[in-house]
């Protein structure tokens, strides 16, 4: 829990009357932003106002700005928190006008229509209040680490959302989560974060209010104070970009790299790839208003655009996400690149083989970027709590991990919560992530009932048709022109034939060799009649992850089964009795 959200909200207890509980969030995110912002430029207000009478030029201002403060943006109005409220009669203007005066790159205050917002509150007579409220909150960074402020703008989306009665989860990811995610995502190149002068770059195309982005640099900064990386993200959610776009700029980052937008169907940094992507994209949510718009750019891209291996089904678009960013990975010729996404379980398993789903797993296992798929403890987000995953792909694995996956189970590794916040009762502890990392570290030493590390070609197979014949009245099969027995449609039936039967490792080069072994073995000693219809044969690959870690759990003994009903009607009669009684 956030003490600074959860004291920030009671301000909100101010708006009860005219305003809903489900509407607090509107006026509290942007005063929260816009105070936050008033922090750090009160220090060097006075000056940037002498560099503005002598600059008209915007982009001359901004260089001049930067070399005085070291910030890429700027306020040059008369007004801030600590003289707006001089002017009782004139409070709502002048506090437009403040807004007014922030450099070009702070737009995001339109994306609350804040403005509205404060004339609704003169109206209703709140914003005095409000404003002096705020007014005595200090948030400047040095007060207010931007990991707490991270925190108490996600205990406040939450408390927003609560009242709404809507998903948190479509906004933000659990912290514990996220260091989860970064800590793998970093794992196997942290040699190289230790290094001089090192630059990096970091995307998230489903960037929230910028938590995924701040932990990653946090990380960072850990192995190498000297490091600088550089964030870019994209979000479609008006708000959650707003704070994102905010809390980038009060850390001195270049916020014109925080985009708004949809990035399936408007990628924002189209020609760029980057050293890390990290993504946590909404489970389950359809893309059918975008589909067209997503079709023709696969047919428009050809063979090397980011959706050309296959689409998932329309109910759900976590795939999309996956694809992108596997499409945003720096080239291997320039150092490669890692992703580190979360998905939930469907991604590993859906679709038959040659679907969209399918092929998708197919080009990525196929062109070995998948490293290593780690599963969550259940009850870890706070707007559900289903299984969850996090994907590492890598386009330049360690020699070591050429065509292989690993397999981690960390389900068990979690921490019961003292209170639930929404679905999440459960957290991942400093221990427990550390548990998890020493099973990614260890590969193929690791402790085998948690860890499995499988060749690339372990996850593929052939569905193939199984065909019998069509009998007529006396029990002989149909036969066509040339002789051949007619197939019976009735009978029909699949069959799923690992690429690794019989101990094959040769893949789809011995397609027809294996598929035979299995039909001979497993098929015709059941099915005599049977046959092949080789033109059917397709390729599929799944991820069956729960499979690998499966353990037998032997049935009761029958005579222990027989003892507990023997009590349970031996009671139920008793209770009979005394109702007869």
């Known amino acids: 829990m956030s003490a600074l959200g959860s004291f920030i909200w009671t301000i909100a207890d101010q708006l009860r009357g005219p305003y809903r509980p489900n509407q607090y969030g509107t006026v509290v995110l942007p005063f929260t932003i816009l105070r936050r912002l008033d922090c750090v430029l009160e220090p060097d207000r006075a000056v940037v106002r002498e560099l503005a009478a002598k600059h008209e030029n915007p982009n001359r201002l901004r260089v001049e700005v930067k070399k005085a403060t070291g910030r890429t943006f700027y306020n040059t109005s008369n007004y801030s928190f600590a003289n ?14 403040y807004i007014d005066w922030f450099s070009s ?13 404060i004339l609704a509150l003169e109206k209703a007579g709140l914003l005095r209040e409000i404003v002096k409220s ?24 939450r408390k927003f959302n609560e009242a709404a009665n809507e998903t948190s989860g479509d906004h933000y990811t659990p912290r514990d989560a996220i260091r989860l995610l970064v800590d793998l995502l970093f794992a196997e190149k942290d040699v190289d974060l230790t290094e001089d002068g090192i630059i990096r770059t970091l995307y998230d195309p489903t960037a929230g209010t910028g938590g995924m982005l701040s932990l990653a640099e946090e990380h960072l900064l850990a192995e190498n104070p000297d490091a600088k990386l550089s964030l870019y993200g994209q979000e479609y959610n008006p708000q959650s970009y707003a704070i994102c776009k905010s809390d980038l700029l009060a850390k001195g980052h270049d916020a014109t790299n925080i985009a708004f937008g949809n990035t399936l169907t408007d ?14 994209p909404p489970y389950g949510v359809d893309w059918k208003q975008y589909a067209k718009e997503v079709k023709a750019e696969r047919d428009s891209a050809g063979p090397y655009g980011r959706f050309a291996p296959g689409l998932p089904a329309t109910s759900d678009g976590q795939m999309l996400f996956l694809l992108h960013l596997a499409h945003k990975m720096r080239a291997p010729e320039d150092g490669g690149g890692r992703v580190g996404i979360v998905m939930n379980g469907s991604p590993l398993f859906n679709g038959a083989a040659e679907s969209g789903p399918s092929n998708i797993r197919r080009w990525l296992l196929e062109k070995d970027l998948v490293e290593a798929i780690v599963a969550l403890p259940t009850n870890m987000f706070f707007n559900t709590g289903i299984a969850t995953y996090i994907w590492i792909l890598d386009n330049t694995k360690h020699p070591d991990r050429e065509g292989k996956v690993q397999l981690i189970d960390g389900t068990s590794f979690w921490t019961k919560m003292r209170k639930n916040l929404g679905a999440k009762g459960r957290e991942i502890s ?18 085998p009932e948690l860890s499995k590390v499988l060749r690339n070609d372990e996850f593929g197979y052939w569905t193939v048709t199984v065909e019998r014949p069509l009998l007529d009245e006396n029990g002989n099969p149909v036969v066509n022109r040339k002789g051949d027995p007619k197939p019976d449609s009735k009978k029909r039936d699949t069959e799923n034939v690992p690429f690794t039967y019989g101990g094959s490792t040769a893949g789809t080069e011995a397609e027809r060799e294996v598929i035979q072994a299995y039909f001979d073995a497993e098929v015709k000693p059941h099915v005599p009649d049977a046959w092949i219809d080789w033109a059917k044969t397709k390729t599929g690959y799944e991820i069956p992850f729960t499979r690998h870690f499966y353990k037998y759990v032997p049935p009761r003994p029958l005579a222990e089964i027989d003892a507990d009903l023997e009590k349970q009607v031996a009671k139920i009669l008793d209770l009979l009795r005394e109702v007869e009684g």
């Open 134 to 157: 705020f007014g005595r909150v200090d948030l400047h960074p040095d007060v207010v680490s931007n990991s707490d402020m991270g925190d108490a703008f996600e205990y406040i989306i």
């Open 105 to 117: 790159d702070v737009d995001v205050f339109e994306y609350f229509d804040f403005k509205k917002e």
């Open 84 to 97: 707006l409220l001089a002017d009782a009669d004139g409070l709502a203007d002048n506090l437009a006008d």
């Open 267 to 280: 990628d924002a940094f189209e020609r760029r790839q980057f050293d890390y992507c990290m993504s946590n």
């Open 430 to 447: 400093n221990a427990d992530r550390a548990k998890v990392l020493r099973l990614y570290d260890d590969f193929e030493d690791a402790d």
